[in-house]
């Protein structure tokens, strides 16, 4: 079950966060769900994949401000480290980051 604590002790800024939404802990806790789905790393990881740098910064720059929105910060870390690589436009292995991006996001996932 998803809780601030448990969201806290993955590393996450909760109290920043929950600033954010008002102090609205049940609000809060309703957006972080929204912020983990699938889909939206999966493009990313496809869009890299393929080879299509430009779009795979559009995913990644969207991911970015949500999870930086809601403080989700070890997702946010590596997020904003692949958007500021595919923002330069950088011919590099991504699969590292994007390993260590699956890793952390399956880490949130026990959570729900």
């Known amino acids: 079950m998803i809780t601030t604590q448990a969201l806290k002790e993955l590393g996450c800024n909760t109290e920043e966060g929950l600033s954010r939404c008002l102090n609205n802990e049940a609000f809060y806790l309703r957006l972080v769900p929204a912020a983990l789905e699938e889909t939206r790393y999966r493009s990313l990881d496809e869009k890299i994949g393929a080879g299509d740098l430009k779009g795979a910064f559009e995913d990644a720059h969207s991911l970015k401000g949500v999870l930086a929105n809601l403080s989700l910060t070890p997702l946010y870390e590596v997020v904003s480290q692949i958007a500021e690589l595919l923002r330069a436009e950088t011919d590099t292995d991504y699969r590292p980051l994007l390993d ?6 399956g880490k949130f996932d026990e959570l729900i």
């Open 100 to 105: 260590k991006m699956w890793d952390i996001k």
